[in-house]
């Protein structure tokens, strides 16, 4: 318990090195960026698209959210019907604070 205790203690300060730059001097600049999102066109589910299909929406999904980190154009290509794996996390997109 000891032992848990003083690791935690010693780790405590290396979460200032995973914060996202800036956000130490004014915090208020985080919830700025994220409230400054807009709502991405929702996307219709359609049980008619072939494997093809999907292989190319995944692939633009993949480049927009992961090589040009746009994740508005990235949530273009999400279902507005899926449901994430935690039922009770907030909407990223005008959900309540």
Do not use: W
């Amino acid at each position: 318990m000891r032992a848990f205790t003083l690791i935690s203690l010693f780790l405590t300060p290396l979460a200032v090195v995973g914060m996202p730059a800036g956000v130490a001097e004014n915090p208020h600049r985080l919830v700025a960026r994220q409230r400054g999102l807009k709502a991405p066109k929702p996307c219709v589910f359609d049980t008619t698209v072939t494997e093809a299909e999907t292989a190319a929406r995944f692939e633009k999904f993949a480049d927009a959210f992961i090589v040009k980190k746009n994740i508005t154009e990235a949530f273009e290509h999400i279902a507005a019907s899926y449901i994430a794996c935690d039922p009770h996390q907030l909407e990223p997109f005008g959900g309540q604070d």
